[in-house]
């Protein structure tokens, strides 16, 4: 085994020793909570809202790749989609139920991701807040029409 001596390699930019002349970097802490503090950050929305994209992500997953394969491989693939076929599959409460169940997660999982990324980036409280009003209105508005189509549905129209 070779050995080498450390005066031989020099240490340049983040791998060089700390000490007087390199100090360390400082890492801030956390804002500590004050009287001022949101509600909504008082509470454990936060862990919920983590504990949801987990399990969302997960119920997602299995729902949208049993979507895919029942519709593009087992029915014979995607030639076959039309509004008849839609019509068909919408006529089962069974289609409804998962069709919406996944307009729903999708929908949440994703406003909740943008939800996360507009309060780790909006640096004003007036910004963040129009930026979250702006994304509850087109979820809750997306939802609503999706959920609207799927049980008003009306295959005989002309």
Excluded at 97 to 124: C, F, K, P, Q, S
């Amino acid at each position: 085994m070779a050995t080498t001596e450390s005066s031989s390699v020099e240490l340049t930019g983040s791998s060089a020793g700390v000490g007087p002349e390199n100090p360390a970097p400082v890492i801030e802490p956390p804002r500590a909570r004050t009287g001022k503090t949101p509600r909504a950050s008082r509470t454990n929305f936060e862990m919920h809202g983590w504990l949801f994209m987990r399990l969302s992500g997960i119920v997602l997953v299995v729902l949208v790749i049993g979507h895919l394969v029942l519709q593009l491989v087992l029915d014979g693939g995607v030639q076959k989609i039309n509004f008849a076929f839609v019509a068909g599959r919408w006529a089962s409460p069974f289609w409804q139920v998962w069709d919406l169940t996944m307009l729903w997660l999708a929908m949440l999982h994703g406003a909740n991701g943008l939800r996360t990324i507009i309060n780790d980036y909006a640096e004003r409280d007036t910004t963040r807040f129009w930026l979250k009003m702006l994304l509850w209105t087109a979820t809750v508005f997306t939802v609503l029409l999706g959920t609207l189509v799927i049980f008003t549905f009306d295959p005989n129209i002309r």
